[in-house]
């Protein structure tokens, strides 16, 4: 979904919506071999399980459906994504968990034939599908135009696209694996209770990490439309007009949660108030991030999102070692001060790659100059 939702807006900015085609074929060609893998995973296990217990046959079975499902619906949002139907597929992608939040709920109340379990993936599948009919209907009539016509799958890219893709996903499970390493590390160097501690810390001042990501992930596909059709000008004030809102909202957010910071952990109970000095110094490095903009955006919607995958790959290095050292005598704090420092490596890291790759940055003050400085002396020259 994310190759898609780069690819998409970068030809219609270069002009070349005769080949985005290409990028419909690799989607679908993906989906379907994704499917079958996943069948053929679904199909082995069952073969190993017990064949005679019918709930093991019905849970692998709506488990499959359910992978399925989420293959094809998360290409479909990201085909919308690269149509720059922002909104409507961030909506769409909340009908799965909230269908099974609501019905999961009704369960409770209401008696079914099928077992609790066995009712909440039947849900989440129909949400899934429900979630693909949605995008279907949402995306421009212009995209099925074209269909997938033999005369035009020989200029599908496999290669490029499969690198593309591979980088991609690595960059994705290194960005989740920055803030999951923390609670594998504490749970394999101190006590139960340190982890609890840290667990609640980091869902919290998440939400100033989910703020920022709702920034890059609305500005995302623009930023590769305007790099595909090589305007330097409106990419600039996109990017940089992105990166100061997203660090005022993450900075008003954690300005929020710091000032009501006990409030906010007496929900989870009293003794959760220890996880104080762990979410400050988490919100700490979450501002620092936010501070220098939304370069990872920048590079992974370009040509080098090799770069922003080095940094984050440094970032996780710098997070894990820092762990090993602090974390046997601060517990949860000592991995937080781990993060905050991972986490100023890679803002610093991600900006010092942007400019070399762009020649300017995204941080505040940079987005404040660009912001302020008249229009006519702004660099038109493509890039």
């Given at each position: 979904p994310q190759l898609v939702a780069k690819e998409l807006p970068r030809l219609r900015g270069a002009g070349r919506e005769d080949l985005l085609i290409s990028v419909h074929a690799y989607a679908w060609t993906i989906a379907g071999s994704s499917t079958l893998v996943l069948g053929i995973i679904a199909g082995n296990l069952l073969l190993l399980e017990d064949l005679s217990n019918q709930r093991n046959l019905s849970v692998g079975l709506f488990a499959s459906l359910l992978a399925a499902a989420n293959v094809w619906s998360s290409v479909r949002l990201g085909i919308l994504t690269g149509y720059e139907r922002i909104l409507t597929a961030q909506i769409l992608s909340m009908v799965q968990p909230g269908l099974v939040a609501i019905l999961g709920a009704l369960h409770f109340f209401v008696e079914t034939s099928l077992p609790r379990f066995e009712t909440i993936l039947v849900i989440a599948v129909c949400g899934s599908l429900i979630?693909?009919?949605?995008?279907?209907?949402?995306?421009?009539?212009?995209?099925?135009?074209?269909?997938?016509?033999?005369?035009?799958?020989?200029?599908?890219?496999?290669?490029?696209?499969?690198?593309?893709?591979?980088?991609?996903?690595?960059?994705?499970?290194?960005?989740?694996?920055?803030?999951?390493?923390?609670?594998?590390?504490?749970?394999?160097?101190?006590?139960?209770?340190?982890?609890?501690?840290?667990?609640?810390?980091?869902?919290?001042?998440?939400?100033?990490?989910?703020?920022?990501?709702t920034a890059s992930t609305a500005i995302a596909p623009t930023v590769a439309r305007y790099w595909g059709a090589r305007d330097v000008l409106q990419f600039r004030r996109v990017w940089c007009t992105g990166g100061l809102l997203a660090f005022a909202a993450a900075g008003a957010v954690a300005a929020v949660i710091a000032v009501w910071s006990e409030e906010v952990l007496l929900v989870f109970g009293h003794e959760f108030i220890?996880?104080?000095?762990?979410?400050?110094?988490?919100?700490?490095?979450?501002?620092?991030?936010?501070?220098?903009?939304?370069?990872?955006?920048?590079?992974?919607?370009?040509?080098?999102?090799?770069?922003?995958?080095?940094?984050?790959?440094?970032?996780?290095?710098?997070?894990?070692?820092?762990?090993?050292?602090?974390?046997?005598?601060?517990?949860?704090?000592?991995?937080?001060?781990?993060?905050?420092?991972?986490?100023?490596?890679?803002?610093?890291?991600?900006?010092?790659?942007?400019?070399?790759?762009?020649?300017?940055?995204?941080?505040?003050?940079?987005?404040?100059?660009?912001?302020?400085?008249?229009?006519?002396?702004?660099?038109?020259?493509?890039?």
């Open positions: 979630s693909t009919a949605l995008a279907v209907l949402s995306t421009p009539k212009k995209a099925f135009g074209r269909g997938l016509l033999p005369n035009s799958l020989y200029r599908i890219e496999y290669r490029n696209y499969i690198k593309s893709g591979l980088i991609l996903t690595m960059h994705q499970f290194l960005v989740n694996a920055m803030t999951q390493v923390d609670i594998v590390m504490l749970g394999m160097l101190v006590s139960p209770q340190e982890v609890a501690i840290y667990h609640v810390a980091a869902r919290v001042s998440g939400i100033v990490l989910l703020v920022f990501g220890a996880a104080r000095t762990t979410l400050m110094v988490l919100l700490c490095g979450y501002v620092v991030l936010t501070a220098f903009g939304l370069s990872d955006t920048a590079l992974a919607m370009t040509a080098w999102a090799g770069r922003a995958v080095l940094a984050f790959a440094g970032a996780n290095v710098v997070n894990i070692v820092a762990n090993l050292v602090l974390i046997p005598p601060l517990g949860s704090v000592g991995a937080a001060i781990s993060s905050a420092a991972a986490f100023a490596t890679l803002a610093l890291v991600l900006w010092v790659q942007a400019r070399r790759a762009f020649g300017f940055g995204g941080d505040v003050f940079s987005a404040l100059k660009t912001r302020a400085g008249p229009r006519k002396h702004e660099n038109r020259e493509p890039f």
